[in-house]
Structures are given as C-alpha cells and as structure tokens.
C-alpha cells in the first residue's frame, strides 16, 4: 500500500515541472493542483527545529512540542528539495534535467560505512563540525538516511532528515552540518559545477565572500538576526 503511494507521489512529482517541489506551489501557481491528501504526498521531506539538548547527535532531537519547518520556510534559507526516484538514478529523466538546468555535471557516489571511507570516524566529526562551503553542497540520497542541520534565524538549528529518493541542494556560505541517525547508514551521490571542490571553512567565517554573499541574499526574509552569525 504505501509502496503504491509512494510511487504515486513520484509520478505526480514526473508531471511537475524540474523545480523543487513545494506544497503550496503545487496548490496555487498550478494547473494542475493537487487535492490535500496528494499534495501531503509530495511533501516527503521532514524538518525540524532541533531540542538544544546534547544527547547523542544521531538521536531526531524533535522539541518538545514539535516544531516542524516547511519546505518554504526552508526554500527562504536558500535550501533546495526534490523527491526522485532512487532506484532508478541511472536512467532518471528529472535528474538529468536538473543537473542539466543547474549545470551539475560532476557527480560521484559516496558509501557513508566504515568499510568504504578512509578515516570514518575522523570525516564524520569533520561533517558534523559547523562549516560553509564557497559553492553550493549538493547531495542526493540513494540508500539509507542522515540529517543535515541548517542554521535558521536566531542561531536556532533546523534538522533536515534526508532519505532515499530526496535530493538537496544547500546554497553557498550556508552553516550547517551532517551526521548519520541511528540506522547508520547512508549512500550519496555528490553533484557539483565543474571540478569538485569539497573545503570546508568551519565557522566562524564571518569575512568569507560565500558567507557575505549569502548574508546579503537571504537576511531579507528570515531576518537582521542572520547578521549577527
Ligand atoms: C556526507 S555529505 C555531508 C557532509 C558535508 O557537509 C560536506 O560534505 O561538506
Ligand atoms: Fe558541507
Ligand atoms: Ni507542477
């Protein structure tokens, strides 16, 4: 049953246009909008505002209430969503015009065990040291899951919990982090414009060109408060 849901809310996504998906998008600014139940079925990431407690890191750490985050309120971030099919990333049509439309044409697979990656337990402290890239971090999720943590206004973390078929795109000078949750497991394909450049800059980076660009394109909507980062 829930397989044939979710392969229903992929062929709607097909019929969509090769932007990322947003509820309300899909309700208002087209033709054709999509009942309630179906439009829920596209919203296939979950975020959160995380609980500032410092239990272990792949532990949800939901707040007490919840405090879900939308896909617009992420969209304000500059964060970027789409939801593909995994099991087909090969021949998949939508990913191939985005990496077309956005000019993604490096892409390499990374198995997040500690069989496959030199320095396991070293690069996983290194993703989950709060850091900004000069480009944007693209990252689509083929196996397993994992959370990727965004700063929002007001120093405040919004957890993004990333499974297969989701794909994302965090803009440029954006503080986040990565860190697996407790199935400990994730496979990624890495995209990127050109050469991959994978340098971190962990914070504070406050002089980074990539950080003031940022800044200066999305304080408008979430806030001063971002400034002060
Ligand atoms: C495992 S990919 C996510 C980690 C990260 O932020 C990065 O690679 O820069
Ligand atoms: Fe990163
Ligand atoms: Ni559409």
Redesign the pocket.
Known sequence: MWRLLFEFSYKLTLLGDSIPVFADETKENHPHALPEVKTELLMAIEAWFMDNSNEDQRLPHHGDPKEPVSPEHLAELGVLYWHLNPNDYENDEELRRIRKERGYNYMDL?D?CPEKVVNYEE?LR??YTE?I?ADE?I?YCLEGS?Y?DVRAKDEHWIRIWIKAGDMIV?PAGIY???TLDTSNY?K?M?LFVGEPV?T?YNRPQEDHPARKEYVKSFTEKVGVALEAH
């Open positions: 990374l997040l690069k290194n993703f850091h890239h971090e990252r994992g990727f965090l986040h982090r990565f994730v990624l890495r994978w971190a």
